[in-house]
């Protein structure tokens, strides 16, 4: 039973391209959350959805677009890959009414952009 | 500022020995949550521990155990018996609604420490 899934978990892409990372909870919680980690393994923010709305979008440029279809689903699409945008994307999720609203983390997806 | 900060960029253990991974925070608000995450070399985020700011005892699971000395702003992770499995990057991190514009709706992590077990 995956709790927190995403897809692909490896992404190899040119500079300029448009790619999703797809990421979906079977936990019933009702907040999902993108981080960054980039090659020194620092973890940071991206975003944070509740109930599909919005909360958080720790400065993050422009060309990255979460989407959340549903309490779920939280998708990330980025447009005109950077060589800096190289990276492990994690997608992450909690129920915020939980005692601890623990964040369980997805498997990741790395992203290489050439 | 560092809001979480990890002294020891790298540890070894010996099998079947304790070790403490030390972590410090900083925050201002009376309400925060600290966890503690294994990431091994396959790169999952494994969820090991939690301890709330409110909490009186410290958190114990299994092996984990918090050493939450709240005065000190201090949350060290107790790994008993150290196993080879537990060679991985382990990762400090808060959740406090100051670091968050007044919510509860991210992670603040440290630099990790990167454990090794030795045989």
């Known amino acids: 039973d995956t709790a927190v899934s995403q897809t692909p978990k490896y992404l190899v892409t040119q500079m300029g391209n448009d790619k999703s990372i797809k990421c979906e909870q079977n936990l019933g919680h009702d907040t999902m959350y993108w981080y960054k980690q980039d090659s020194k393994k620092f973890l940071k923010i991206m975003f944070s959805y509740n109930n599909k709305e919005l909360i958080i979008n720790e400065t993050v440029p422009n060309r990255f677009s979460p989407k959340s279809p549903d309490k779920a689903h939280l998708n990330l699409h980025i447009n005109s890959l950077e060589l800096g945008d190289s990276a492990v994307y994690f997608c992450a999720s909690s129920l915020l009414r939980g005692s601890t609203d623990t964040q369980y983390f997805g498997p990741g997806t790395r992203l290489t952009v050439l | 500022a560092q809001k979480i900060t990890q002294t020891q960029p790298g540890m070894f253990v010996q099998e079947k020995e304790a070790v403490t991974l030390d972590c410090t925070y900083d925050?201002?608000?009376?309400?925060?949550?600290l966890f503690w995450y294994k990431q091994p070399s396959s790169g999952e985020m494994i969820f090991l521990i939690y301890q709330g700011s409110y909490d009186q005892q410290n958190a114990t699971e299994g092996r984990y155990s918090l050493n939450f000395q709240k005065a000190r702003k201090s949350a060290n992770l107790v790994i008993s018996a150290s196993q080879l499995g537990d060679s991985a990057m382990y990762f400090c991190?808060?959740?406090?609604?100051?670091?968050?514009?007044?919510?509860?709706?991210?992670?603040?992590f440290g630099k990790g420490t990167l454990l090794t077990v030795n045989p």
């Open positions: 925050t201002s608000d009376p309400s925060y949550g």
């Open positions: 991190a808060m959740r406090d609604p100051q670091n968050s514009g007044g919510s509860n709706y991210k992670l603040t």
